[in-house]
């Protein structure tokens, strides 16, 4: 069994805070937990700017071998990343244990993309003195890092989008030292993989400022750590209420920062009248498990259908029903999600034009399913139905025909993805909707459901506000990566001056 120091990692020193809290395990021992501030803050940003003069400048080379480092150390600490993983969430190991290889996967990933350079967006317009009436100087463009980056571990992903992350992987990749606030929810979890972190830079012979855990559950650290002059940019995953709030804060810095916030969505998923006839019960049942899945945690979750009413309808809400029902009582991450979504389920109940099909109980830390129906014509009057019930909660939503199911696409905001369940009779209606839902979403897909986000070249996870705080940019794949660099030009620079990656152009 893995026992917590509850301390923070600064610049490779374990250290503690004069505050702490405890820890909320769903079982085993609470934990006593340093609660970093300002002190910890301006420690860990000012090893960073140090590190960031030579990890930033490091070869591509160096810094795939790190992440490389870093999932082996953390594969070397499986079993205990998974015992205290399921102690501190109430996730199943097995999800813990493919959430550990998605985590070691990325690392890999972009191990591999930085050394292939092409991120690198390198460009060359060779000198023309000759040229008239004005001559050409020699120019080159390439991605530079951007300096430190701040990351915000998530409470649904303790793995993947937290300590050790795709925000922290993307930022390493790209050539940044990273500060992370440890999630409360999870602080033992943060050290065992900020231990593996600290191990690989050991291995490696970076820099120790080139990564930090600060733990804490305060809304101070937080503050603090946007704030830090030295900080360049910021990755985050999580509600919308927080991801505003420290997304103002970015934008009211003397030096604005960008603020790169994945703040979830509702997900849509529009079924239309082919996919609907040919196999409705397959996907109410499909719906159901992607709704229900880690207690419908995930910012992917598809928590709306969109279907014409009649017959097909009334038989896929019951389909759905009946799944729905056959799901018991599941713990949620946190007390505070549990209540959320608690009282998530009271606003849509109480809200008008909206009907309960399927309503349990849900007490303390347990969640179970909700299902709610509502028209076409209810749903566009009430805004509210379209914001974000983090949890299994679904919402069917019985259209009249095909304009007010364009109408609805139109009224949404913006999502992470956005779904088509068609048959090839539905080509024309899917046509209709297609340039309404690209304008939405990060992500289209058909005859499928979202939740699965497959770490790849091509991912785009994000979307339009409130999906997302910067709709150009996505928090999955290699091209998150591209967040933390910007382009610096380079004008008649001689050659021994350039970046390594700049040098033989010519």
């Given at each position: 069994?893995?026992?917590?120091?509850?301390?923070?990692?600064?610049?490779?020193?374990?250290?503690?805070?004069?505050s702490t809290f405890t820890s909320q395990p769903v079982e085993g021992p609470a934990a006593v937990v340093a609660n970093g501030g300002a002190a910890e803050v301006a420690a860990a940003c000012a090893a960073a700017e140090e590190a960031f003069e030579t990890y930033g400048y490091g070869s591509r080379e160096s810094r795939a071998a790190f992440l490389e480092a870093i999932a082996d150390e953390i594969e070397a600490r499986g079993a205990q990343i998974t015992d205290i993983g399921t102690r501190e969430t109430g996730l199943p190991a097995a999800r813990l244990e493919g959430e550990r290889g998605r985590t070691?996967?990325?690392?890999?990933?972009?191990?591999?993309?930085?050394?292939?350079?092409?991120?690198?967006?390198?460009?060359?317009?060779?000198?023309?003195?000759?040229?008239?009436?004005?001559?050409?100087?020699?120019?080159?463009?390439?991605?530079?890092?951007?300096?430190?980056?701040?990351?915000?571990?998530?409470?649904?992903?303790?793995?993947?989008?937290?300590?050790?992350?795709?925000?922290?992987?993307?930022?390493?990749a790209a050539g940044c030292p990273v500060v992370v606030k440890g999630h409360p929810a999870h602080p033992g979890t943060g050290e065992i993989v900020a231990e593996a972190i600290a191990a690989a830079i050991a291995a490696c012979g970076l820099h120790p400022g080139v990564f930090s855990l600060i733990q804490g559950n305060t809304n101070d650290l937080g503050a603090a750590l946007v704030q830090h002059p030295l900080i360049r940019a910021v990755g985050f995953t999580g509600s919308?209420?927080?991801?505003?709030?420290?997304?103002?804060?970015?934008?009211?810095?003397?030096?604005?920062?960008?603020?790169?916030?994945?703040?979830?969505s509702v997900n849509p998923v529009f079924l239309l009248p082919g996919a609907l006839a040919a196999r409705g019960e397959d996907i109410?049942?499909?719906?159901?498990?992607?709704?229900?899945?880690g207690v419908g945690q995930f910012c992917t979750n598809p928590g709306i259908v969109v279907v014409e009413r009649g017959e097909g309808a009334?038989?896929?809400?019951?389909?759905?029903?009946?799944?729905?029902?056959?799901v018991g009582p599941q713990v949620m991450l946190t007390e505070g999600i549990a209540q959320a979504y608690r009282a998530g389920r009271s606003r849509v109940a109480a809200t008008s034009g909206v009907r309960e099909v399927l309503t349990t109980t849900c007490d303390?830390?347990?969640?179970?399913?909700?299902?709610?129906?509502?028209?076409?014509?209810?749903?566009?009057?009430?805004?509210?139905?379209g914001e974000e019930v983090f949890g299994p909660l679904g919402m069917v939503v019985e259209v009249s025909g095909a304009e007010e199911m364009l109408a609805v696409a139109r009224a949404l905001q913006g999502q992470l993805t956005c779904t088509l369940q068609m048959e090839p009779e539905d080509t024309p209606r899917a046509a209709q909707l297609m340039p309404v839902l690209e304008r939405k979403a990060g992500r289209v897909l058909a005859n499928g459901f979202p939740t699965g986000v497959e770490v790849a070249d091509a991912m785009v996870h994000g979307g339009p506000y409130p999906a997302s705080t910067n709709f150009g940019a996505t928090s999955v794949g290699t091209l998150a990566i591209r967040r933390f660099l910007r382009p610096v030009c380079y004008q008649n620079i001689p050659e021994a001056l350039l970046p390594e990656d700049l040098k033989g152009l010519g």
């Open positions: 069994m893995y026992s917590p120091t509850g301390k923070h990692l600064i610049a490779g020193t374990w250290t503690g805070s004069e070691t996967g990325q690392l890999r990933l972009f191990a591999a993309h930085i050394r292939e350079g092409a991120y690198l967006d390198v460009r060359h317009d060779p000198a023309l003195p000759e040229r008239a009436p004005l001559p050409r100087p020699d120019l080159k463009m390439i991605q530079r890092p951007i300096g430190p980056v701040a990351v915000f571990g998530a409470s649904n992903f303790p793995l993947a989008f937290s300590t050790a992350g795709g925000d922290t992987a993307s930022a390493l919308l209420g927080a991801g505003r709030a420290l997304f103002d804060l970015c934008a009211a810095r003397p030096e604005p920062i960008p603020f790169f916030g994945e703040l979830g109410a049942k499909g719906w159901a498990g992607s709704l229900t899945m009334t038989a896929f809400l019951e389909a759905a029903r009946a799944a729905l029902a056959e303390l830390r347990h969640a179970t399913p909700y299902l709610f129906a509502t028209t076409g014509a209810e749903w566009l009057a009430n805004d509210t139905l």
